[in-house]
């Protein structure tokens, strides 16, 4: 594994009134963001996301109608892991780094 | 309700508060988060027990404040809400703040004209928008409290304030909160967003005076930016046919296609066609027959956060029968509509 890849997080924003990333959806959201251009706060929000066991990985239930989910991939050297995270639990910097796209 | 909404289990916080290899402020951190996450839980609960107490006394409240009040905010391209005040929206230069104003109020109007329900809470309570939420930001919500809207990027989408249908999709969320209390999951979470696709709908049908035979049943159609009208999308989602090339996200239209774990944005397909073709069914508005049947489940079926998409089917053909015994087509309809779609 790369240096550049241990420290890459990848990015994809999913739901909202328009079902990003559905299956058939003509839209989808990604970005990436290497974790060394986080501030120390940013990057500690997200060691704490990837803390918990397996269990983090299955998605929460939402409370806001319409929000977006953030889905989080970070590879590590047991294989890739992916947390879903509410947007308003996501640090500025993660919810900027995507690109809406019309596929 | 079910409360299991934290992205970080309370097992798992407990684990890292008595771990003692980790830094004594970690530990601190984790064990007063776990203590939050009950408070919030609690706090939830409570909500819920509240809402469903004040249901009875509902009918006197709305006596007190016959109108909601209808107050819109502005992010200024934050994430900060509710934002600036927007002072007398209504009249506002800025064509945002004035629809998020007007809209609401219309929307009000609708459930209160049509259904005899003040507010989404039916006690008044007061209707709060936000616009111009973070850059470029291309969704709406309801927040538990409030309705939320983003600008679009001027290529996807443009302003959600623009789509009468949005605004009355995002407030119908408040009155499903306050009545079914539909989770977001499955067949609830499908429900949760054909609801307010279908009155979202009716509402925009009941401002442009359309029956039924006369609505095109799209959802999002003036929210859509140029560059993807260039694409050939036209809306969101189409109710009268869910899996049209034409929309942004494709649904099923068959309950058979839904399984466990689906975006409720995609799982309200065949929910939606079978109150489209409902209505359809029906010469007329909407709103006279076969939204009265889908509104009276809304509002006496109680609290059913894990709501089946059959039960809701079952308590509509009972309502129809019970609501418009002189008029049998309207339950032949709303059978017609389920059975369309597998139910």
Same mark, same amino acid.
């Given at each position: 594994m790369s240096d550049d890849t241990a420290h890459k997080l990848k990015v994809e924003r999913k739901g909202g009134l328009a079902g990003f990333g559905s299956p058939n959806s003509r839209v989808r959201s990604l970005g990436s963001v290497d974790l060394r251009t986080l501030s120390t706060a940013d990057r500690q929000t997200v060691e704490r996301m990837f803390a918990g066991d397996s269990r983090s990985a299955s998605p929460p239930r939402p409370v806001r109608a319409d929000a977006f989910q953030y889905h989080l991939t970070m590879t590590t050297p047991q294989g890739e892991k992916t947390v879903v995270v509410p947007e308003d639990h996501v640090p500025d910097a993660i919810r900027d780094s995507v690109q809406d796209e019309l596929l | 309700m079910s409360c299991t909404c934290f992205f970080v289990p309370k097992s798992v916080l407990e684990r890292l508060a008595n771990d003692k290899t980790l830094a004594a402020e970690l530990r601190r951190a984790a064990f007063e988060s776990s203590l939050l996450s009950d408070l919030l839980r609690q706090s939830r609960l409570q909500h819920g027990a509240f809402i469903s107490a004040s249901r009875p006394l509902s009918a006197q409240l709305e006596e007190l404040a016959a109108q909601p009040e209808s107050v819109v905010f502005d992010a200024n391209h934050t994430h900060t809400l509710p934002g600036k005040t927007v002072a007398n929206p209504g009249s506002s230069s800025d064509p945002s703040a004035k629809r998020a104003y007007t809209q609401a109020a219309r929307v009000a109007e609708f459930y209160q004209t049509i259904f005899k329900r003040n507010s989404v809470d039916n006690a008044g309570a007061t209707l709060v928008s936000s616009v111009h939420y973070a850059r470029n930001y291309n969704n709406a919500m309801w927040n538990g409290t409030q309705m939320v809207y983003g600008d679009g990027d001027g290529k996807i989408f443009i302003d959600f304030t623009g789509g009468n249908d949005v605004i009355g999709h995002e407030l119908t969320h408040g009155v499903t909160q306050y009545t079914l209390q539909l989770g977001y999951e499955d067949d609830a979470g499908g429900l949760n967003e054909s609801l307010s696709d279908c009155f979202g709908s009716m509402f925009r049908q009941w401002e442009a005076k359309q029956t039924s035979q006369q609505a095109d049943w799209l959802i999002g159609s003036d929210i859509i930016g140029p560059v993807a009208k260039e694409r050939n999308v036209t809306c969101l989602r189409n109710m009268a046919n869910p899996a049209d090339p034409r929309t942004l996200s494709p649904q099923p239209a068959k309950y058979s296609q839904l399984s466990p774990g689906m975006d409720p944005h995609f799982t309200s397909g065949p929910p939606n066609l079978a109150f489209c073709t409902a209505c359809k069914g029906v010469p007329g508005n909407s709103w006279d027959t076969v939204g009265q049947v889908w509104y009276h489940v809304m509002v006496t079926a109680? #609290?059913? #956060?894990?709501?089946t998409m059959a039960d809701f089917a079952g308590r509509t053909r009972q309502a129809a029968v019970q609501l418009f015994e002189a008029k049998p087509e309207v339950a032949k309809s709303v059978d017609a509509g389920w059975k369309l779609i597998g139910l």
């Open positions: - | 109680g #609290p059913k #956060p894990q709501m």
